[in-house]
């Protein structure tokens, strides 16, 4: 009740300014037609500027599907990979006390931090035929640089955070004593884990793996470093947007881009509803 | 089963939370852990149950060394503070919870955990709520469900947490009425947390005194009250009035009736329970003065003020029945006589 009340105390005295409120809304509104919506409109008129049969038959053609396979295999390795690792490492940073918390905690973070571009040079510095391990991968003939294995590392890396990030500040406000009261009734570890901890994650756990695999899906800066954009080979779906694009064709970039564009709002539709339904869940479990 | 806690140390860091903690409870008893915040109850119960390690020392339950058991294989039952019920279960899924984790060779068939989960649930007295979600329930619902929950597994040893810490003060009176008669029922070994002294004396069949990670006293709630085994339990359990003996205090004390030893050693005080004093209107001047009375229902508590000469003004509070103090017609700042009746001497 109290809440009620002073909510409707702070919009009064937030709302006297009405132009302010108005002007605001009205640069934000503007800013996000200007920037987002018309170039998404721009992205799907392009794509379709020669007709449909142009815009299949772009889509079909062979270096676009494998670009499209390519992603969705790198995506394929990366997701399930990250998701343990999120899960492990969200778990190991609310459950225990250890030395070097903290900067596990940063580490985790460094790849939001750290520009994409210079994730994939790293890549190639420690890879790369001029890099550390380069001699002894030529030796015994493993490709990395230039090729698939690259461009999942790359990614990897890139996608590294999403999932841990989703789940530390959950767990954290969470505890952990539903899980403690569940090995008192003789759980054993992977009980708990099944029973109590994943039922109470899972909505936050899918955000984080559905924003993982958008970044897995979209990625291009270290990608792009990484892959040597061989045609067929090592496109992935955003570097064979750009290199179609350079050469003139346009009806293929785009209709590439329409594509990652529908990944974009299918994601933005299912991250809305897990949202939502975490929400939920927590609004139902203060009652 | 019996437990017994030999040489119990914990630390966390610097901070030592137990320390060479000695402790035997019989098989049956109801006991309270009491003690101030910090003092290491909660971490004791902790280390009971298997959630926290201990540093050294051993435990055994029904003399079988448990030390190094999982958490899972103690046979404990744990009721948490905050009840820890599973969210996303239902109130039955919760009791059931315990029967269904167990290995395939000794699990219950799912009629047997059905029929047992209504039992445990009847028990509690909310059978009819079997199939609401935990958010749903009053904070003394879900205590219950949380101690079905740990029957489920019929422990050995029932381990509560400030069972009643979270909880409303007339809810509280009567789930304390309702664990007593509980325990009664089913006679499973159980210790409990509390910071408040009233409850443990309530509840409890023995009473351990706990600070500063030791054990202070252990005993019976009449010998814990009457007998209290130095300052701090006497002052944590209950009211006292502490006199720092000087031989003007002697002599005061005196006055009022105490027996006081004439050789005294320096630094030894006199605590006097509020209901150990009697008061009586004076007749000429005395050195205490009545300040103010409140009412505690049955009871009146008396504030004095004690003006002895080369002392500060000292507060000392004395209880009564309501009718008896009416009857002596006292006003603020009058002069009262004490008469002492019992005390308890520390040094």
């Not at chain 2, 029922?185 to 706990?210: G, P």
């Not at chain 2, 009058?334 to 001497?345: E, G, P, S, Y």
Request: charged residues 20%; contains cysteine; negative net charge.
């Amino acid at each position: 009740m109290s809440a009620v009340i002073s909510r409707t105390v702070h919009q009064n005295t937030l709302g006297d300014a009405n132009w302010v409120r108005q002007s605001l809304i009205f640069t934000a509104l503007s800013f996000l037609i200007l920037f987002l919506c018309v170039p998404l409109v721009l992205v799907i008129f392009q794509a379709f500027a020669k007709g449909f049969d142009a815009y299949a038959s772009a889509l079909t053609q062979k270096d676009m599907l494998a670009a499209m396979r390519l992603t969705l295999f790198t995506a394929l390795i990366t997701v399930p990979l990250n998701t343990v690792f999120g899960v492990a490492a969200a778990w190991a940073i609310t459950r225990f006390e250890f030395r070097g918390k903290s900067l596990l905690i940063t580490l985790i973070d460094l790849p939001f931090s750290v520009s994409p571009v210079i994730s994939g040079l790293i890549f190639v510095l420690v890879f790369g035929t001029q890099g550390w391990m380069g001699e002894w991968l030529l030796e015994h003939d493993i490709k990395i640089i230039f090729a698939v294995p690259g461009i999942v590392l790359a990614t990897i890396f890139i996608t590294f955070p999403f999932v841990a990030r989703q789940l530390i500040p959950l767990m954290q406000e969470m505890g952990s004593e539903e899980e403690e009261a569940s090995l008192s009734l003789g759980a054993s570890g992977w009980q708990m884990f099944f029973k109590i901890t994943l039922p109470n994650i899972k909505w936050a756990l899918l955000y984080g793996v559905l924003l993982c695999n958008a970044r897995a899906m979209g990625e291009f800066g270290a990608v792009s470093v990484v892959s040597g954009h061989i045609r067929s080979l090592t496109n992935t779906l955003p570097l064979h947007v750009e290199v179609s694009y350079n050469e003139y064709d346009s009806v293929s970039a785009f209709a590439g881009a329409s594509v990652l564009a529908a990944l974009a709002v299918v994601t933005l539709i299912l991250k809305t509803f897990l949202e939502w339904k975490q929400k939920n869940d927590r609004a139902t479990a203060s009652l | 089963m019996s437990i017994v806690l030999s040489n119990i140390s914990k630390n966390f860091g610097d901070f030592s939370a137990l320390h060479d903690i000695d402790l035997e409870i019989p098989e049956g008893e109801l006991v309270a852990l009491l003690g101030p915040s910090g003092c290491g109850k909660t971490t004791l119960l902790r280390i009971i149950a298997g959630l926290e390690q201990t540093d050294k020392g051993k435990i055994l339950l029904n003399g079988e060394d448990k030390t190094d058991f999982h958490v899972s294989q103690r046979g404990i039952g744990f009721v948490f503070q905050h009840y820890a019920l599973f969210r996303h279960m239902t109130v039955f899924d919760n009791v059931a919870f315990g029967m269904r984790v167990k290995d395939k060779k000794v699990r219950p068939s799912e009629a047997e955990i059905t029929r047992k989960t209504h039992a445990l649930l009847e028990l509690v007295q909310l059978d009819w709520l079997h199939n609401r979600f935990p958010d749903q329930l009053s904070g003394g619902q879900r205590q219950r469900i949380a101690l079905a929950r740990a029957l489920a597994v019929e422990p050995s040893v029932l381990l509560l947490d400030e069972p009643f810490g979270a909880l409303d003060a007339s809810v509280r009176k009567d789930l304390r009425q309702w664990l007593r008669s509980l325990h009664h029922e089913l006679n499973v070994t159980s210790i409990f947390v509390t910071h408040d002294q009233e409850e443990a004396m309530e509840v409890a069949s023995q009473v351990v005194v706990l600070n500063k990670g030791r054990i202070e006293q252990q005993g019976s709630p009449a010998e814990i009250y009457d007998h209290p085994a130095n300052v701090f339990v006497s002052k944590f359990i209950g009211q006292t009035n502490e006199f720092t003996l000087s031989h003007f205090t002697a002599d005061w004390l005196k006055q009022t009736g105490l027996y006081v030893n004439e050789n005294f050693a320096p630094e030894t005080v006199a605590h006097v329970r509020p209901h150990d004093i009697e008061i009586t209107k004076a007749t000429n001047e005395t050195p205490v003065t009545l300040k103010d009375w409140q009412h505690l229902g049955a009871l009146i508590r008396i504030e004095l003020v004690k003006n002895l000469p080369h002392q500060t003004p000292k507060s000392v509070f004395a209880e009564m029945p309501n009718a008896q103090f009416k009857s002596l017609q006292l006003n603020r700042g009058d002069n009262v006589d004490l008469k002492i009746r019992h005390a308890h001497w520390f040094n």
